[in-house]
């Protein structure tokens, strides 16, 4: 293939270890930085983000001859915002002529561009995503490079290359990471070099594996039902034969169970996490399960010298697949910072709530509320329906008012079309139902409402509808 000369300004598609191709411009780099040794590339600017970077000329295609194959292969929201991006640039550069043509040259003031972080290919931002065989990053001179302000100090890690973080201080004393978009969809992150280990591939694990293994975590995969392995390690995940195996051979190893017997069995019983546990190891406890739970987990792991965090899920099977989970986590804030690229791949936001316990006290309490009003919505419905009302004009009437939600609208529609897949199981939300309860109850606080709606999701279960979605409550009111 002929060699491609390009030039300061040039307009291209970037390429950076398994990262999809990105649009830049090459420009010239700042002066107090040096081209890496023995490669040839350019150092290129690039649209829709704050990045910088050395890419070598081999992954470098000009923009306009390649930029409809880009576009075919590319279909994330950022992406689309950074081509919008290179549009509105080349509309401006045309503007800028025409004007320079008309009135002669400008002698405005130019205002000048904001710092930016400087990523060489070879930087730890994207060791994770090069072949293991290749020579450690770490032995390049050229190792980091940033351009900050002054008023700027050095970040105690690196930021994502298409997505930034903010950090929000509660009066509570909680911390939200927040992405600022979901990372699965539309974006891409830097990957931990920690090995990561994942017990438990149903509806919310599934997900979150995907997700991980797309942003290039390394991750090893272990399930009760093993064939459920296959598809993650068609997909470049690790087998673990046992738990403990797993978390033996990982530095950090999530678990996501359906009920507090699970999670307990899964540290506690024949080749359990707790025999793979060892000085350093982190555990990270995924399920929605009751406080006590986590208290006796998280004992049983700092005996052994491991680290205990909490990290329970909000969302769906959905939700799960598409990366925009909320976490919820307490314990050890050291593991929530460890964990900081897998919850950015898993979720679109994540929060620290401090002391173990309290993540799953928060959970049971949102999961509550959750559950009480999808069985209110199909009290609703069916009440409509027994007054001889439209229950497609209920539904309407009720997305154009303040209770109007996506989750409101998809799960009435899915009664009104008798679609009751599960996007999170009935027999799981009374079960958080049923453990709200208890909770209400250790702390001598009434839970009425959570109470009849846990009888409704007990008659539902009796008429074999556990394992459907949680709208599946509606069939309670119509048998």
Known sequence: MATVHLRIGDLVW???GRYPPWPGKVVSPPKDLKKPRGKKCHFVKFFGTEDHA?????QLKPYHAHKEEMIKINKGKRFQQAVDAVEDFLKKAKGKEQNSEGKGDSKGKRTPNKPLKILEEDDEDLSALKDPSEKP???????????????????????????RLKVIEEVTGSTSIQAADSTAINGSITPTDKRIGFLGLGLMGSGIVSNLLKMGHVVTVWNRTAEKCDLFIQEGARLGRTPAEVASMCDITFSCVSDPKAARDLVLGPSGVLQGIRPGKCYVEM???DPETITELSQVITSRGGRFLEAPVAGSQQLSNDGMLVILAAGDRTVYEDCSSCFQAMGKTSFFLGEAGNAARMMLILNMVQGSFMAT???????A????????????????????????DQKCQN???????????????????????SMGDMANHPTPMAAAANEVYKRAKALDQSDNDIS??????IH
């Open 377 to 383: 919505i199909a009290e609703g419905l069916t009440l």
């Open 14 to 16: 970037g390429k950076l």
């Open 137 to 163: 990053v770490k032995d390049d001179p050229h190792f980091h490079h940033f351009l900050l302000s002054q008023s700027e100090k050095p970040a105690s890690s690196m930021e994502p290359i298409s997505k």
């Open 54 to 58: 050395w890419i070598k000329v081999e």
């Open 415 to 437: 009664i009104l079309q008798g679609n009751f897949k599960p996007d999170y199981y009935l027999k799981h939300i009374q079960k958080d139902l049923r453990l709200a309860i």
């Open 472 to 477: 599946a409550v509606y069939r309670a009111y």
């Open 287 to 289: 399920s929605t399960v």
């Open 385 to 408: 329906q027994a007054t001889g009302q439209s229950q497609q004009t209920f539904l309407d009437i009720l997305c154009q008012g303040q209770m109007a939600s996506t989750f409101v």
